[in-house]
């Protein structure tokens, strides 16, 4: 049972690191925390499942699963899409909204404020387009494999964990290897010197935004897979994105993606040992016991 | 006649629209020139310069490089134009390797030139290249400044602006980084600097300016400004500026 609940953990623990890179990579440039992540979680998702179902009217073929896993190529093509739907979906909110708001000198409180603002705009949308009825991207039904140790996972659920190891190392080669992964860096440190130094500041919160949302999609992809797809579905993971992005500390990915896996481990362990009904309660005790104990967090700068 | 290197007019500026800092500041540094802006605490010399490299708002008035008028020029574009800051504080990314440093800035260099000019900075500055993977918040003082300077220096700017570089730097370090700001303005990089260790840049500038008040009050040869009462006056506190009613 333990084994078992520890794979589970991971499962939970590698979709909540993935939106929670995309927390701590805005958080740490744009300097406010976005209650509005959860809402491009939400909205990846549906935007996949739109574009899923578009496809595969157009061609009956591409729904057809591929290998093992209980989906059919137009999964993975209506990703691809849905990854730059959610980045223009994250530009068009900064256009409208938290660039006008940086513009005007908005203080930390007013940025908030403005994501809280969008949250329920976007969740509302959503709920008015689709409904607030569960989807799935299949009705497919898939059996877990033994894995050794009593440990059992779907295919779908050993994908979710490989594509999201893969775009950590991904992500952090681009942070540390690439000329736009080096001013991301900088422009987190310090705006006012990128500017003399020649970036291009605009450009990089671009680049952020894109790429939060993108993981922000991929994330409520993976979570529609294995779940379900609701409307809350972005919001009810804030928590612990939350959680994680400040254990993690923030503007480190690997950290953040770290304790992503924590946070789905504790909250794993908690419904084994104490009741499902604290599971959420784990993530608000580490967030504060990390903001009292150890604010820095594991790898990062004071939240 | 060639346009100078950098010039002002009439420019106004600050950090907030009904309280200027700078008021009307006339002047010009030719190309090559090594000018020293003096003046005593409150004069408005650091707004000055944030002014020209674009990180404080200009209210009126204009800036020129060369025959170019880069008043409204956003600070990361005055860069590529050849213009090049070195802020007093805060001036290197203390999180990014001593290399990534110099790599950020040579970011808007063409590819092909950016390694070659980098290596050109390791070889004027061999202490950087000692440790390149050294994270810049562990260099010691003067180190931090040799590396903000060197990273200025990447894009080779017509014009080098620095604030206060000696600031906070042991007199042997502030020494150093004087010898080394003469030897780059030798090279042809038109500098203009601002100091309070009058003494030590007067002596490796051509020409010194003196604001008091927001204003240009005085200017002339180093050599002549040295011993020029009006600096004495104005460091030995002996001035007293006029309050307006």
């Known amino acids: ?303 | 006649m060639t346009a100078p290197a950098l010039s002002t007019q009439a420019l106004v500026a600050g950090y907030e629209r009904d309280l200027p800092i700078v008021r009307g500041i006339d002047f010009a540094i030719n190309t090559g020139e090594l000018v020293v802006v003096l003046g005593p605490n409150g004069a408005g010399k650091s707004t000055l310069v944030k002014a020209i490299s674009g990180l404080v708002s200009i209210h009126s008035g204009t800036v020129r490089l060369g025959d170019r008028d880069v008043t409204a020029v956003p600070a990361h574009e005055k860069v590529r134009q050849g213009l090049a800051f070195v802020p007093q504080t805060e001036n290197i990314f203390t999180t990014l390797s001593i290399h990534e440093n110099l790599l950020v800035a040579a970011n808007i260099l063409p590819k092909e030139a950016r390694s070659r000019r980098i290596a050109d900075l390791y070889r004027m500055f061999p202490d950087l290249a000692a440790r390149p993977s050294l994270k810049a918040g562990q260099l010691s003082g003067g180190q931090r400044q040799m590396l903000a300077v060197a990273r200025a220096l990447i894009v080779a700017p017509s014009v080098l602006i620095l604030d206060e570089p000696s600031a906070g730097l042991s007199p042997k370090i502030a020494t150093e980084v004087f010898r080394t700001l003469k030897a780059i303005n030798q090279t042809g990089v038109t500098i203009l600097l601002v100091e309070q260790n009058v003494k030590a840049a007067l002596a490796i500038a051509q020409r010194g300016v003196i604001l008091v008040d927001g204003k240009l009050r005085h200017e002339g040869p180093a050599a002549t400004l040295a011993g020029d009462p009006i600096v004495a006056e104005l460091y030995l506190g002996a001035h007293r500026p006029a309050v307006s009613a």
């Open chain 1, 1 to 303: 049972m333990i084994a078992q609940a520890l794979m589970d953990g991971l499962i939970a623990g590698a979709m909540i690191g993935l939106g929670a890179i995309g927390i701590t990579l805005t958080y740490s440039i744009l300097r406010f925390a976005n209650f509005a992540h959860g809402e491009l979680i939400s909205w990846g998702a549906y935007l996949a499942l739109a574009l899923s179902g578009g496809l595969g009217y157009l061609s009956s073929n591409l729904t057809s699963s591929i290998g093992p896993f209980s989906f059919g190529w137009s999964l993975p093509l209506a990703a691809i899409l849905a990854i730059m739907l959610t980045g223009v979906l994250a530009l068009v909110s900064d256009a409208l909204l938290f660039g006008r708001l940086r513009a005007k000198g908005g203080s930390v409180i007013i940025m908030v404020m403005a994501s809280f603002g969008a949250a329920l705009t976007l969740r509302s949308l959503l709920e008015f387009t689709f409904t607030t009825k569960p989807a799935y991207y299949t009705n497919a039904l898939q059996i877990a494999m033994p894995l050794g140790g009593g440990m059992r996972a779907t295919p779908d659920q050993l994908l979710a964990l490989g594509l999201s190891a893969i775009m950590v190392v991904a992500i952090h080669l681009l942070l540390t290897r690439t000329a736009i992964g080096r001013s991301m860096r900088a422009v987190s440190e310090n705006q006012q010197l990128s500017g003399i130094v020649g970036i291009d500041v605009r450009k990089v919160i671009r680049t952020v935004w894109l790429l939060g949302a993108g993981l922000a999609c991929v994330a409520g992809i993976m979570a529609g897979l294995l779940v379900q797809i609701r409307p809350h579905m972005g919001h009810d993971l804030l928590l612990p994105l939350f959680a994680a992005a400040i254990l993690g500390g923030i503007g480190s990915v690997p950290g953040a993606m770290l304790a992503g896996l924590i946070v789905g481990l504790s909250e794993s362990l908690a419904v084994q040992f104490i009741g499902a009904e604290w599971r959420a309660a784990v993530a608000f005790v580490i967030l504060v016991a990390v903001l009292l104990i150890h604010p820095k967090g594991l790898f990062g700068r004071v939240a």
